[in-house]
């Protein structure tokens, strides 16, 4: 003889709400109807195997994007919000509408962003002297103190 789980006794009816929505009729499950199907049996449905996804340690996955990014050669900054700042801080600078060539954005684009990861990677290394992995404020401002003023790119 087959097992079968064992079901709650029915729920009773509360008053003042329909048969209609409480209790859902036969008709409307056919699968029901049939056999008894493997859940019925006993068994637990395997769905799709979930695997739990690793729980790395705080700033490993930080210094893991961080490496990646150093070996990447793409720019970080999508072109078009630099390009919008650039003609914002341009019109500020002086009120007629400069004209800017994509080749000249694309050059100001990768200086910038070159600074901004030699900025960055002081800030990491502070950061870390301190047995820290997460950058703060103070970081940056003593990344930017011990560097000293900046006149050119070659100054990092």
């Not at 395997?46 to 210094?63: C, D, H, I, M, N």
């Not at 900025?119 to 990344?143: G, S, W, Y």
Request: overall charge positive; hydrophobic content about 35%.
């Amino acid at each position: 003889m087959a097992r079968t789980k064992q079901k709650p006794p029915p729920k009773k009816a509360v008053p003042g709400s329909s048969p209609s929505k409480s209790k859902p009729t036969t008709a409307t499950r056919p699968a029901a109807q049939g056999t008894p199907s493997r859940r019925s049996q006993g068994q637990p449905a395997l769905a799709s195997p979930q695997r739990k996804k690793p729980r790395y340690r705080p700033g490993t996955v930080a210094l893991r994007e961080i490496r990646k990014y150093q070996k990447s050669t793409e720019l970080l900054v999508r072109k078009l919000p630099f390009s919008r700042l650039v003609r914002e801080i341009s019109n500020m600078v002086a009120p007629e509408p400069f004209r800017w060539t994509a080749e000249a954005l694309l050059a100001l684009q990768e200086a910038t962003e070159d600074f901004m990861v030699h900025l960055f990677e002081d800030c990491n290394l502070c950061a870390i002297h301190a047995k820290r992995v997460t950058i703060m404020p103070k970081d940056l401002q003593l990344a930017r103190r011990i560097r000293g003023p900046v006149y050119g790119v070659s100054s990092y």
